[in-house]
């Protein structure tokens, strides 16, 4: 669940003191939030839940000088345009788009190609 997740968190704020770490990384952040917060209803509370998330590795970023990299999952943007070829948006909302410095998209180009 999300709520183990973000235990974990705290917890490795501990580990981190003890040992040198450079690198911290979330994989599919917003996973764990989609499935506990399913439909519109909880859409609220699911993105104050991911806001406290994001904070706090904030917080282990600037506090103990680590890089944290942040995958994420893609959703279909249905108002995206006719004109748009990908009409596809990060998940996560303005909540996930406004904690990260860098975003870095990676799409399918031709066949097996990553552009």
């Known amino acids: ?12 704020a501990a580990k981190m003191a003890e040992e ?3 690198l911290l990384i979330v994989d599919s952040v917003i996973a764990l939030f989609r499935v506990d917060f399913s439909g519109r209803g909880e859409l609220a509370e699911r993105q104050q839940k991911l806001a406290q998330m ?6 282990i970023a600037e506090e103990f000088n680590v ?25 996560g909302g303005h909540v996930l788009a406004h904690a990260a410095t860098i975003r870095l998209m990676l799409r399918k180009g031709k066949g097996e190609q990553r552009v």
């Open 1 to 12: 669940t999300y709520e183990h997740q973000y235990n974990l968190l705290l917890g490795l």
């Open 20 to 22: 040198p770490f450079r």
């Open 54 to 59: 994001l904070s706090r590795l904030t917080k």
């Open 67 to 91: 890089a944290v990299y942040i995958t994420n999952q893609v959703i279909a943007d249905p108002g995206g345009g006719m004109f748009i070829t990908d009409p596809k948006k990060p998940a």
